[in-house]
């Protein structure tokens, strides 16, 4: 994985046919508190399908490390099957495209989050009783687990759960009673974050849109059935199935009559490998994610709020920075990396590190994280490739990003040169780059979407950067230029970093409140992550890696260039 933990995982291999290769595979995501050892009957059943079929133990479960029941946080297992499938892809030779999830329970949740925040282009997706909402029985029992999670920072909780709640067959119970690789416990802050991922994934569904099948039990005793169907409802996809399994408990694939549930599933993944692929061109036919609009309420709490913060407001330096250059601006920016409360009187620094600790503003500072870890790859990757290492970034601000990590790897010979529209950030850059002793630097004027501007860069570029741009643009004809401007100055096998925002929870507030750096309403245009990455792909760029936040309100990418878009 990508902090070094190895996973367990098992592969069931269909019988060779004759001067045959199976080329399609399904991955498989156990049941919460459980492992891959409990769904070989499916996988053998698949595997007579003539699938390849792969499952892992999640990390925390059966034979794979770490506390039982316990991960960083619930995004930290769905990065991990990001790097579990591209693990199966490199290791045994298989396409992407050639793939097939399945995930039951909360495994389920794992695989739909790893479709939507992450938009890989897999043949199909298959939730079985997906464990959108728990049924936890306890009056205010989130509101009670947020604060056991704030007092005691590793807390767990036992699951309720009987093996007669999961299935009829006694066998199956007995087995489930006995297997010493399940583990009831459960950790809150997983559990919390089962729950919100959820929230975020039913809100947002239509951003999906892989064929989709989803099976559910009328009879489940775990999990909610009208949240399968709320999610099911507005599920983006246009080849997607809802079916009821009747008389079924939660664990449908030991249920007594699961032959059904595996013939399903069968028929499912036949018609969907039989099915074309979703072209690049379909995926652009997006509609742009609108900001809702505001009743009259609250409006009246917009109009306060601005008021606020453009006169008490001022005294943070965040906020006053906002007001004069652009709350979305490179120097407002810098003042988020920074994360120092500064203002006038400690009433503007109080102010000012509320300001800072609002949801998009710890986003973003995440992804200047995660943008510096997938720089930090590029550079290497271009510099073992005994490459030179020069990089452009067509709306860098300061660039604080480029340049703290240029000043951590003083072994590797590294050029930049960054471009802003703005003066004033790009002098902030300058600055910056001279305190920290950098001299292959340059800061200069450039528009990120005039194609003879990028086109004048030198030296051309075998890294080019895109950062925090093109979320603030509607139309997808303006970026695409840009990206076919930034394919044709990056040098042959060249890479693009670039960011995405799929979503941000304060959209209404942001557009009402605060205003950009050309004095107009803030305005953001959220794409789903398969918009952008297909707008990348369009442009002539292969997408290799990605990092996101806990929340997946602000991704990175890295891709490579294609000899032809």
């Not at 947002?204 to 039990?217: E, Q, V």
């Not at 994610?289 to 453009?310: C, D, E, N, V, Y």
């Not at 004809?477 to 995405?500: Q, V």
Request: aromatic content about 8%; hydrophobic content about 40%; charged content about 25%.
């Amino acid at each position: 994985m990508h902090d070094g933990t190895e996973l367990f995982y098992r592969v069931w291999e269909p019988a060779p046919a004759v001067g045959a290769v199976a080329t399609k595979a399904a991955v498989l995501f156990h049941r919460g508190h459980e492992h891959s050892g409990r769904v070989g009957e499916l996988a053998r059943t698949l595997t007579r399908e003539g699938l390849r079929v792969f499952a892992w133990d999640q990390r925390g479960h059966g034979r794979s490390p770490g506390k039982r029941g316990y991960a960083n946080s619930f995004g930290a297992i769905v990065k991990d099957a990001d790097h579990f499938v591209r693990h199966i892809c490199k290791q045994h030779e298989v396409e992407i495209r050639d793939v097939a999830v399945i995930g039951h329970s909360v495994g389920a949740v794992v695989a739909a989050a790893w479709v939507h925040d992450y938009a890989p282009p897999i043949r199909s997706l298959v939730l079985v009783t997906p464990a959108f909402r728990i049924k936890l029985y306890v009056p205010f029992a989130i509101p009670g687990l947020r604060l056991l999670a704030r007092l005691t920072k590793s807390a767990f909780i036992k699951s309720y759960v009987r093996s007669s709640m999961l299935t009829h067959d006694a066998e199956q119970a007995a087995a489930y009673d006995s297997d010493s690789l399940i583990s009831r416990n459960i950790s809150v802050n997983v559990l919390l974050g089962v729950h919100d991922t959820s929230t975020r994934l039913i809100a947002d569904a239509a951003a999906i849109r892989t064929p989709t099948l989803l099976l559910s039990a009328d009879s489940d005793w775990v999990v909610s059935v009208p949240a399968q169907r709320r999610f099911f409802d507005r599920l983006g996809s246009s080849v997607k199935r809802m079916e009821t399994l009747s008389g079924f408990r939660h664990a449908a694939l030991h249920e007594t009559g699961r032959q059904q549930v595996f013939d399903r599933i069968s028929r499912f993944l036949a018609e969907a490998f039989d099915r074309p692929l979703l072209r690049e061109s379909d995926a652009l036919s997006h509609a742009p994610a609108r900001t809702p609009p505001s009743g009259p309420i609250a409006r009246l709490g917009f109009a306060i709020a601005r008021t606020s913060l453009s006169t008490v407001g001022r005294l943070s330096q965040g906020i006053s920075l906002g007001w004069l250059s652009g709350f979305d601006s490179g120097r407002s920016l810098d003042h988020i990396y920074r994360n120092r409360a500064e203002g006038i009187t400690a009433l503007g620094r109080l102010l000012d590190r509320l300001y800072l600790d609002t949801p998009g503003w710890v986003g973003i500072r995440n992804r200047k994280r995660n943008m510096e870890v997938l720089l930090e790859r590029a550079i290497r990757q271009t510099h073992s490739a005994r490459q030179d290492v020069q990089i452009l970034d067509v709306a860098a601000g300061p660039g604080r990003y480029v340049l703290d990590t240029m000043s951590r790897l003083p072994d590797v010979p590294i050029w930049a040169v960054l471009r802003d529209r703005d003066e004033k950030g790009l002098a902030d850059g300058r600055a910056i780059a001279a305190k920290l002793g950098l001299t292959h630097v340059r800061h200069e004027v450039g528009d990120a979407f005039d194609s003879n501007s990028i086109a004048s860069a030198q030296p051309r570029p075998t890294i080019g950067i895109v950062s925090g741009l093109y979320e603030l643009f509607d139309d997808n004809a303006l970026i695409l230029r840009s990206l076919r401007a930034l394919h044709s100055i990056i040098k042959p096998d060249g890479l693009l970093l670039y960011t995405n925002q799929p979503w941000h929870p304060q959209l209404a507030f942001i557009a009402n409140v605060l205003t950009n750096r050309d004095g107009k309403p803030w305005i953001m245009r959220c794409r789903s992550q398969e918009e952008m990455d297909s707008l990348v792909a369009f442009a002539g760029f292969d997408k290799v890696a990605m990092e996101t936040d806990e929340q997946a309100i602000f991704t990175v990418s890295l891709a490579r260039k294609r000899s032809v878009a």
